[in-house]
């Protein structure tokens, strides 16, 4: 059975794994719950996570930062700008490669490093022998310099939506739009009243005139 990468479960909602952990704060993580997505929203990013590119990035984030929408739009922008990015704790999440296998993150996440690690050790001590303990200069540059720029984790960390705060966003455009709904009630209250009045029929008065213009005649 096909592996794949990238997605899990949050409080039992699916979700797809941005970020696997914030760094300086590795007992989180960022993602994004795919059931509440916009469908456009939800099957560009399904396609991108589904995609060779997808399934082979050690983090999905990297891949949807170079990804368009079908409107022409940056996916990973739209999804941080319009509040589909959450943080989690990475304890609470549940990898989901397959529906009979399971993970929680933070374990993942452990087992990884210990595996990034070991295999840098290894690679190490290889220069040092190959070298003599003299790393080359110009091969440590291109060690280090940046094959693409990738997104800063913190500009999308700083401006991630809680639950708590969108619950609070949510409570109050309810007390918004019941207060506006009781002035639509009003002013249909109002308009129903003018209605009935002008339905009434024509002041006595009126008629008495007209009687008394016919006997006069």
């Known amino acids: 059975m096909q592996l794949i990468k990238h997605v899990g479960k949050h409080n039992s909602k699916k979700v797809v794994i941005l970020w696997k952990e914030i760094p300086g ?18 099957d560009d990013l399904i396609r991108t996570l589904e995609s060779p590119q997808g399934q082979a990035a050690k983090e999905l984030n990297e891949v949807l930062h170079r990804t368009l929408m079908n409107d022409g739009r940056n996916l990973l922008h739209v999804l941080h700008t319009e509040g589909w990015i959450k943080k989690a704790p990475t304890n609470q999440v549940i990898i989901t ?7 929680r993150l933070d374990e993942l996440n452990s087992l990884l490093k210990k595996m990034t690690d070991g295999a840098d050790a290894v690679k190490r001590m290889a220069e040092l022998d190959s070298q003599a303990g003299v790393k080359d200069p ?25 639950d708590e705060v969108l619950g609070k966003q949510r409570t ?13 009630i009003v002013e249909a209250q109002r ?3 003018e209605a009935r009045e002008l339905k009434k029929p024509k002041s006595d008065g009126r008629k008495k005139k007209e009687t008394a213009t016919i006997s006069a005649a």
Not at 138 to 162: C, G, N, Q, R
Not at 172 to 184: F, I, P, S, T, V
């Open 25 to 42: 704060v590795e007992d989180m993580c960022l993602l994004t719950y795919t059931e509440v997505l916009p469908r456009q929203y939800h």
């Open 97 to 103: 490669p397959t529906p009979q296998s399971s993970v």
């Open 138 to 162: 110009k091969k440590a540059i291109k060690e280090v310099a940046p094959l693409a720029v990738m997104p800063d984790i913190s500009e999308y960390v700083a401006d991630v939506i809680t």
């Open 172 to 184: 109050a455009q309810a007390k918004k739009m019941r207060a506006e709904a009781k002035g639509l």
């Open 191 to 193: 308009l129903e009243l």
